[in-house]
């Protein structure tokens, strides 16, 4: 099952807001549509939003009445402009808009067909690498994995998160059908439960062990000695190495540094941005207070309290063990090695 798909002249995708409740699939068709669909979450995760993001310009393209490509693509800059303000922390958003608007630019002298070829091709190629790129990620990052770890992840880095198999969860999905036992710590994941409503289901329809955690209990299982390693997914991760992933990794990858614990990111390399040097330059996204102040209707706090909801943090480079991508695992201070 892919978690978003084209299909025709629409795009389909799970709508992970409702999991583990119901699996159910809503349409877009227009940019319009994906760019809520991104906002109220229903998709999530970097690799995700990329093919989220390059998918609606394969819909405007599609759907364009337009009879001149110049036209078209005012439409397709449009759009983009739209995808652009839904989130700002992942890469892959970004980088998918823009290789898809080079193609479309690459293209614009020709015909309206050709035009609209080209753009749903990309977006298409965009989807079908990721589940490559995470096969080949987790056949890298399995070797990190020992027969009987424990490993710990936080939030969903799983193919939900992406077009399929996933980042993370790739990694031990891999280590898993390496024929090595592997089990699995998840974190509920405040304030919109992506581990404990998200992973914890791929999981268990995959047959991995996994044990819910809440946030606050990573130190306390740590020193127990019951986390052999952990793998998390990235946002953006800057050229220094430093990484922005879902608000608590940060708080993890200290726990994990204190009790001499690997901590290993997982991600593609459309999320490794080199022209963010370091952490400090990424943009934290910053979501709506009641996110924290309610949850399913019941009120979590008085009226009027200052709250202040990150989705992101960013954890330095000298906190993270490697960088897992499908290049190669790196060193966080080397990741130019990955390119070459
Ligand atoms: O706010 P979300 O659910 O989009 O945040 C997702 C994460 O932080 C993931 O860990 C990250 O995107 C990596 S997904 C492979």
């Not at 390059?54 to 036209?71: I, K, N, P």
């Not at 067909?113 to 080209?118: C, G, I, S």
Request: charged content about 25%; glycine content about 8%; hydrophobic content about 40%.
């Amino acid at each position: 099952m892919r978690t978003i798909q084209l299909k025709n002249d629409y795009i389909e995708l799970i709508d992970q807001t409702v999991l583990p409740k119901r699996l159910e699939f809503v349409r877009c068709q227009n940019a319009e549509e994906v760019a809520q669909a991104i906002e109220q979450m229903k998709i999530r995760g970097a690799p995700a939003l990329g093919a989220a993001a390059s998918m609606a310009l394969a819909v405007t393209a599609l759907h364009s009445r337009a009879s001149d490509s110049g036209v078209m693509f005012r439409e397709l800059k449009a759009a983009t402009n739209r995808i652009k303000r839904t989130r700002p922390t992942a890469a892959n958003l970004f980088m998918a808009l823009n290789r898809v608007m080079k193609v479309a630019e690459e293209s614009v002298a020709g015909s309206v067909k050709e035009l609209r070829k080209v753009v749903v091709e990309e977006a298409e190629a965009i989807a079908e690498e990721n589940v490559k790129i995470n096969r080949e990620m987790g056949r890298q990052g399995a070797q990190l994995i020992q027969e009987g770890n424990t490993v710990l992840t936080h939030c969903n880095a799983g193919a939900l998160a992406c077009v399929d198999y996933g980042t993370a969860l790739g990694v031990i999905r891999a280590a898993r059908d390496q024929g090595k036992e592997v089990s699995v710590i998840a974190t509920e994941t405040r304030p919109l439960f992506q581990g404990s409503r998200l992973t914890t289901w791929e999981l268990k329809h995959d047959g991995i062990p996994v044990t819910l955690i809440i946030d606050g209990a990573v130190g306390h299982i740590m020193s127990e000695g019951n986390v052999d390693l952990v793998i998390v997914g990235a946002d953006r991760i800057a050229g220094n190495g430093d990484v922005a992933n879902k608000i608590g990794t940060y708080s993890i990858a200290v726990l994990a540094n204190r009790h001499d614990i690997p901590f290993y990111v997982a991600a593609p390399t459309s999320t490794i941005d080199p022209q963010t040097r370091s952490g400090k330059e990424i943009e934290i996204e910053y979501r709506d207070p009641s996110e924290v102040t309610s949850l399913g209707g019941h009120k979590l706090a008085p009226d009027g309290i200052d709250v202040s909801n990150p989705a992101f943090d960013v954890t330095p480079a000298n906190l993270i063990t490697k960088i897992i991508t499908e290049n190669g695992v790196s060193e966080p201070s080397e990741l130019d090695s990955l390119f070459t």
